[in-house]
């Protein structure tokens, strides 16, 4: 019987398919440390892992007999993607499945710094509001002002699509504009761009000084897009009016100066926690290893 490797738990719901197929060795909540990792893969034929689970070529030569890894996520990034093609090895992720979810967040976020909306609750909570007046805690009305998108995957054009609700112009990096020309016009800058060497600090001290100092910037993508040391920076001399982010460079922990920050939203990397979206993840990585075992193509293989 195959044996299969989880590195953080997954929904009990989901795996009848892959306890039916192989024996299955899950880690508990917390997950294992990577020395762990490794010597728990030894001879198995699948690992589902998750984000925060580096999947090396240390992992990948604990087994000669794994044949696929796949991850609990849209994106890739923590696995070594080069030694699993040495070694012949499937790598799929999740993509679609959490598009809509991911979304919808984007949206949130952006109401949320624009209108200022957990500024106000922190406000409240600590009885730091005295009541109505005209001039208190203004923010950003969205209606004729322009979106500008940074990737133009299945996100990207998700958000895309609700823009219309709130009257919106959407305007994305490369098929609308340069990325130049959109920081310089945008009120508000979304990122939806996978983590590459190319993506790797896009958003630094050159390119923020481009955005209008009326503007916002939200990241549901990657944290290390952002060069978080950058953005301290810019916000500390008002370069934009706020930020709004759901990634960090080095998740958990958070750039230190952006905690201090009023008109910066920092969210816990929850974009696609709905219940839906986090079980149809967990099927779809599932799906792929009992596919792979059964000598079928992969569902969303990365290619």
């Known amino acids: 019987m195959p044996s299969v490797l989880v590195t953080r738990p997954l929904p009990s719901r989901v795996l009848a398919p892959l306890e039916a197929l192989a024996t299955v060795d899950?880690?508990?909540?917390?997950?294992?440390?990577?020395?762990?990792?490794?010597?728990?893969?030894?001879?198995?034929d699948a690992i589902i892992s998750q984000l925060t689970d580096p999947i090396d070529a240390a992992v990948m030569d604990a087994s000669s007999s794994l044949r696929i890894?796949?991850?609990?996520?849209?994106?890739?990034?923590?696995?070594?993607?080069?030694?699993?093609?040495?070694?012949?090895?499937v790598v799929t992720n999740t993509p679609d499945v959490l598009t809509n979810a991911v979304a919808e967040f984007t949206w949130a976020l952006i109401l949320a710094v624009t209108r200022r909306v957990v500024e106000g609750d922190r406000a409240v909570r600590r009885g730091g509001w005295s009541g109505w007046a005209l001039d208190y805690m203004p923010?950003?009305?969205?209606?004729g002002k322009q979106l500008g998108l940074i990737g133009r995957g299945r996100i990207g054009r998700a958000v895309a699509d609700k823009a219309a609700a709130f009257g919106m112009r959407v305007k994305f990096a490369k098929?609308?504009?340069?990325?130049?020309?959109?920081?310089?016009?945008?009120?508000?800058?979304?990122?939806?761009?996978?983590?590459?060497?190319?993506?790797?600090?896009?958003?630094?001290?050159?390119?923020l000084v481009r955005m209008r100092r009326s503007a916002y910037l939200v990241n549901t993508s990657r944290g290390s897009v952002i060069d978080e040391e950058a953005l301290a920076w810019a916000l500390g001399e008002?370069?934009?009016?706020?930020?709004a982010l759901d990634v960090y460079e080095k998740e958990p922990a958070v750039h230190p100066a952006l905690l201090s920050f009023d008109n910066v939203v920092l969210a816990p990397h929850i974009g696609s926690a709905t219940r839906e979206t986090?079980?149809?993840?967990?099927?779809?990585?599932?799906?792929?290893?009992?596919?792979?075992?059964?000598?079928?193509?992969?569902?969303?293989p990365v290619t």
Do not use: Q, Y
């Not at 890894?69 to 030694?83: H, Q, R």
């Not at 009120?187 to 939806?192: A, F």
């Not at 008002?238 to 930020?243: K, R, T």
């Open 26 to 44: 899950m880690a508990p909540r917390e997950g294992w440390p990577h020395a762990e990792i490794v010597a728990r893969a030894a001879g198995v």
């Open 139 to 143: 923010g950003m009305e969205l209606a």
């Open 238 to 243: 008002g370069l934009l009016a706020g930020a």
């Open 278 to 300: 986090r079980t149809a993840m967990a099927e779809l990585a599932v799906r792929n290893v009992v596919d792979v075992l059964n000598d079928r193509p992969a569902v969303t």
């Open 69 to 89: 890894i796949a991850n609990v996520a849209a994106g890739f990034d923590n696995i070594d993607l080069a030694a699993a093609r040495a070694r012949g090895i």
């Open 175 to 207: 098929h609308d504009l340069s990325l130049d020309e959109l920081l310089v016009t945008s009120d508000v800058v979304s990122l939806h761009v996978p983590l590459t060497e190319e993506t790797r600090h896009l958003i630094n001290r050159k390119t």
